[in-house]
């Protein structure tokens, strides 16, 4: 099992717990809050349904319809129930989760 599938696998597994039934995740990433020295990190999962932001067992369910706009620069914010950090190796999963969005909402911007 390479790199990714094994991410992957790890996101799921830290997200089961908090998903609906029949619930589907979309993607997943990394995610940080604090400074350069003291930074938390945190998984953002992205569904069908939600974006959950999960840390060491917990869990805080937020909208589908945030859309995260085109990744920049080392780090891309985004705003959740607070500010998050994204590093550039999640750059795709980034453009990933808004390009789920659109297509549910059929295709428009």
């Known amino acids: 099992m390479g790199y990714q599938e094994r991410r992957v696998k790890l996101f799921g597994e830290q997200a089961a717990p908090h998903l609906e039934p029949g619930e589907q995740i979309q993607t997943a990433f ?6 350069w020295i003291f930074t938390v990190p945190w998984t953002v999962v992205v569904t069908d349904r939600a974006i959950l932001v999960v840390r060491g067992g917990q869990a805080v369910r937020g909208p589908r ?7 920049k620069g080392l780090y891309h914010r985004i705003r959740l129930d607070r500010e998050y950090k994204v590093h550039r190796q999640f750059y795709k ?5 808004d390009a789920a969005l659109r297509e549910m909402r059929g295709g428009g911007r």
């Open 93 to 97: 999963e980034v453009v990933a989760a």
């Open 30 to 35: 990394i995610a940080v809050t604090g400074g």
């Open 65 to 71: 319809d945030v859309a995260f706009d085109e990744p």
